[in-house]
């Protein structure tokens, strides 16, 4: 059986200090995979390093919305750039966050944009956050599928049906972390129950949402495999068929790292 992490952060305080045996927990259930996500310009090459030293570790380069107004030069052409490094395989985690609004609204659409047409221009594919600004998303990825050449993952998806059925629509697939098994993600649980199974993905987005029942720690990779069997006995499929699938799902996606 296959399982692979489409969303980590494995350089972040909490996994980082003990990076090695993180790994070596997830490898250890089965986890045949991670992707090791960025969100500053600043931890690119350390994200990067990661990703050099693992042959089942990939990188990806980005900015998170909440970073929006630390990056205000950063353009197209940084992205493109660092993406030409063979371990990195997509764009991101970029996108829209107006829950928190940690960055001016503005100020995240143009990064946003930016990562868009480095999407395009590279030939890989976006790591999408969005959160409460789910009619500026589908805006800005409708232009993008207008202009062409672009499609990715909405991750750690919380969002509407009509959200997640758009993204699909345009050629995007859906990423499903722990928070599926809460039980007040009912909700997301419908959406979840419902994806196409060749659209879809699981995460952990650790260190963070640590699914049940491992609720209260810090979230490590190994635990996509507590949230695979969740969304398996949700959906009626059997862990063997999710996890192949969206394995398979992961590298239709992310081709670089199949290569």
């Given at each position: 059986?296959?399982?692979?992490?489409?969303?980590?952060?494995?350089n972040?305080?909490?996994?980082?200090?003990?990076?090695?045996d993180?790994?070596?927990?997830?490898?250890?259930?089965?986890?045949?995979?991670?992707?090791?996500?960025?969100t500053r310009?600043?931890?690119?090459?350390?994200?990067?390093?990661?990703?050099?030293?693992?042959?089942?570790?990939?990188?990806?380069?980005?900015?998170?919305?909440h970073?929006?107004?630390?990056?205000?030069?950063?353009?197209?052409?940084?992205?493109?750039?660092?993406?030409?490094?063979?371990?990195?395989?997509?764009?991101g985690?970029?996108?829209?966050d107006?829950?928190y609004?940690k960055?001016?609204?503005?100020?995240?659409?143009?990064?946003?944009?930016?990562?868009?047409?480095?999407a395009?221009?590279?030939?890989?594919?976006?790591?999408?956050?969005?959160?409460?600004?789910?009619?500026?998303?589908?805006e800005m990825?409708?232009?993008?599928?207008?202009?062409?050449?672009?499609?990715?993952?909405?991750?750690?998806?919380?969002?509407?049906?009509?959200l997640?059925?758009?993204?699909?629509?345009?050629?995007?697939?859906?990423?499903?972390?722990?928070?599926?098994?809460?039980?007040?993600?009912?909700?997301?649980?419908?959406?979840?129950?419902?994806?196409?199974?060749?659209?879809?993905?699981?995460?952990?987005?650790?260190?963070?949402?640590?699914?049940?029942?491992?609720r209260?720690?810090?979230?490590?990779?190994?635990?996509?495999?507590?949230?695979?069997?969740?969304l398996?006995e949700?959906?009626?499929?059997?862990?063997?068929?999710?996890s192949?699938?969206?394995?398979?799902n992961?590298?239709?996606?992310?081709?670089k790292?199949?290569?």
């Open positions: 059986m296959r399982l692979i992490d489409s969303h980590c952060h494995l972040y305080e909490g996994l980082v200090e003990r990076q090695d993180v790994i070596a927990a997830a490898r250890a259930r089965g986890v045949s995979g991670m992707l090791n996500i960025s310009q600043s931890e690119w090459e350390a994200i990067i390093g990661t990703a050099e030293r693992h042959d089942d570790i990939w990188a990806t380069v980005g900015v998170h919305p970073e929006a107004d630390n990056h205000p030069d950063l353009g197209a052409a940084a992205l493109v750039k660092a993406a030409q490094h063979p371990k990195v395989v997509a764009i985690e970029c996108g829209l107006y829950y609004d960055s001016d609204r503005a100020a995240q659409r143009e990064r946003f944009q930016a990562h868009i047409d480095a395009r221009e590279s030939g890989l594919p976006l790591v999408i956050h969005t959160r409460e600004a789910e009619d500026d998303t589908a990825l409708e232009a993008a599928a207008e202009a062409g050449g672009v499609t990715g993952v909405l991750h750690c998806f919380t969002g509407s049906r009509a997640a059925e758009k993204g699909i629509e345009l050629g995007y697939y859906v990423s499903i972390s722990g928070i599926v098994t809460f039980k007040n993600a009912k909700d997301l649980q419908e959406t979840a129950a419902a994806l196409p199974l060749e659209r879809l993905l699981v995460e952990t987005d650790s260190p963070f949402l640590a699914p049940v029942p491992h209260g720690k810090t979230c490590e990779p190994a635990y996509v495999a507590d949230t695979a069997a969740f398996a949700l959906r009626g499929e059997t862990l063997e068929t999710l192949e699938a969206t394995s398979d992961f590298f239709k996606l992310f081709g790292a199949a290569a």
